[in-house]
Each structure stands twice: as structure tokens, then as C-alpha cells.
């Protein structure tokens, strides 16, 4: 899909991870569009298979709006900010044992995603196999993505949050009006979310039994770049081994749960409260910083 006329590039070449170099996001990069991502079809089936094969057009107004096949990608109701859904990423590392699942949703607005997928296969990535799946009004794409040069699942932190922002970067991209919603939109996007003081979001840690050999720790709190490296590092500092992962970014929240372990073992209570303290400490402390972007 051809993509003239983009807008400014944001640079985005480095996350501080707590002042820690080594702990960086290297070689991203933020652009903004005003360009929609138009959809080739609209899902009326419960399930499709998922094809990048189509075509599709746009055109080019004050207010954004193309049609393919009798269905709109965004009209004008996509500037109500009352109207416009919540985007979810969702990135699940645990359930399939061959490869990572990325779910993507945007209410009825996504289309097929094909230049979603040309910038994970930019990263290095292969999209084994990909579906489009309808529930009410809510239009889901599912990919399942292995690393090129070795063709197993992904598991670097580093490269699951470049996952991550490639994901978040063309919604903004391609459905500037997905900023208001997302907590990147206000650096990258056309309007910053509204945040009230009474709504703030707050830091919620909990971690969970999950058996002899690993504990589940639950990580709520408000989405930023880079928020999963952190989480990472402090697990480190306290030695704490993360086995995997399901990332679930949701509008300005970041549900994150990761399957942990201590030498082999589950967590026991004096470990699990210093890692919830720390990452408690740590990323309100974060959330409070002028510089988080």
C-alpha cells in the first residue's frame, strides 16, 4: 500500500530503562500519517481466513474518509471522540509453544493490515499463518509470528516491544484518530488522550500461584514506551526469571502478565512482596517523571 505524503518522523532510537544502557530499544522509529489504512474487505462471517492479496484506494479530504466494497474505514464520527473504540495489542507468548500470537482490534475500523505486516517482517519476523475473527461489532486480526532466521517463537523483550510499538505506530499511522485513545498519542499522534485527575490510572501488582515451578505476576498500570523492558530490568535486579509472557495493551492501560520463576521454583512470599514493591516503586516513579517519553 502505497503510503505518500506521510508526515513527520518521530525518532525513537533509544528507551531509557531506568538510566540502564544496556537495556535499550534500538533502531525504531516513530512516523505519523494522515493517511487511512483502508479496509479490502469487511468480515460479515464469524471467521475468515486471513489473505494479503487485494487491492484497495483512498481519497484524500479535510476529514478522512475512503470506501472499498460499500464500507467506510473512517467517517466522519471517527473525529467523536466519544465514538471511537478502544485499541487493544495484545501480545501472547505462553499459549502457543511455536510461535508468539499477536491479536489486534480497533472496534469495525481495521482492515486486512498488510503494511502492518510488511513492518513486522521489516523486524526480522515471519507471519506463519493469520485470521480475521468477528465478534459483535468488533473486528479481530490474529497473527502468529516466528523469527525468520530460526523460525521459533519470539522471545526477546527487546524485539516484543518493538513488536509492540510497530503495532501501535500504524494505528496512529493509519488511524490517526486512535491517538485520543492511546497513551503514545500524546507525543506521536494528532490529539493527546484527555486525562482527567479524578480518572488517573493507578498501579495494580499482584502476583499469583501458579503451581510449584512458577508464580503469575499481574502488572496494571499506564501504558508508555518502553514499559515492558522496564518491567523486565527490575525483574533482573531481583533475579526473578521470566518463562513468558502475554502483553495486553488496552487504550492508555497496560494489562501485562508474565509466568515467573526463582531458580527453577515459584516465588515465595517474601520474594513475590519485594518484587511488587520494586516494580510498584519503580514504575510510579515512572508515571510521575516529566521525561517518560
Known amino acids: ?22 537495556f535499550r530499544l534500538t533502531g525504531f522509529e516513530f512516523s505519523s500519517s494522515t493517511i487511512p489504512q483502508l479496509s479490502p474487505f469487511k468480515s460479515s462471517s464469524p471467521h475468515l481466513a486471513f489473505s494479503p492479496r487485494g487491492s484497495s484506494h483512498f481519497a484524500r479530504k479535510n476529514i478522512f474518509q475512503a470506501s472499498i466494497d460499500g464500507v467506510d474505514s473512517l467517517g466522519v464520527s471517527s473525529l467523536d471522540a466519544d465514538n471511537i473504540p ?100 500524546e507525543a506521536f499522534g494528532i490529539e493527546a488522550p484527555i486525562k482527567k485527575l479524578d480518572v488517573d490510572i493507578e498501579t495494580h ?43 495486553d495493551t488496552e487504550g492508555l492501560i497496560a494489562k501485562d502478565k508474565f509466568h515467573v520463576s526463582y531458580r527453577g521454583a515459584a516465588l515465595n512470599n517474601s520474594l513475590s512482596q519485594v518484587l511488587t514493591n520494586c516494580l510498584r516503586y519503580y514504575l510510579r516513579k515512572s508515571e510521575t517523571s516529566e521525561d517518560s517519553y
Open 205 to 247: 501488582i499482584h502476583v499469583k500461584d501458579a503451581g510449584p515451578k512458577r508464580s503469575l505476576l499481574c502488572v496494571e498500570t499506564e501504558d508508555r514506551p518502553g514499559l515492558l523492558l522496564e518491567i523486565v530490568k527490575i525483574m533482573s535486579d531481583v533475579n526473578v526469571t521470566m518463562e513468558s509472557a502475554e502483553i
Open 1 to 22: 500500500m502505497a503510503t505518500a505524503g506521510a508526515g513527520p518522523a518521530f525518532d525513537f532510537s533509544a528507551v531509557r530503562v531506568r538510566g540502564n544502557s544496556s
Open 86 to 185: 478502544t485499541p487493544i495489542v495484545l501480545i501472547d507468548q505462553g499459549s502457543d509453544p511455536s510461535a508468539t500470537i499477536v491479536h489486534v482490534s480497533f472496534g469495525d475500523r481495521l482492515g486486512a493490515l498488510i503494511d502492518t505486516m510488511k513492518s513486522l517482517k521489516d523486524l526480522g519476523l515471519d507471519v506463519a499463518k493469520g485470521t480475521v475473527t468477528t465478534e459483535g461489532s468488533v473486528i479481530e486480526t490474529i497473527f502468529f509470528i516466528t523469527r525468520l532466521s530460526t523460525g521459533r517463537k519470539v522471545e526477546d523483550p527487546d524485539l516484543l516491544e518493538r513488536i509492540r510499538l510497530t503495532i501501535i505506530n500504524n494505528l496512529l499511522k493509519y488511524h490517526p484518530e486512535s491517538s485520543s485513545r492511546l497513551a503514545m498519542g
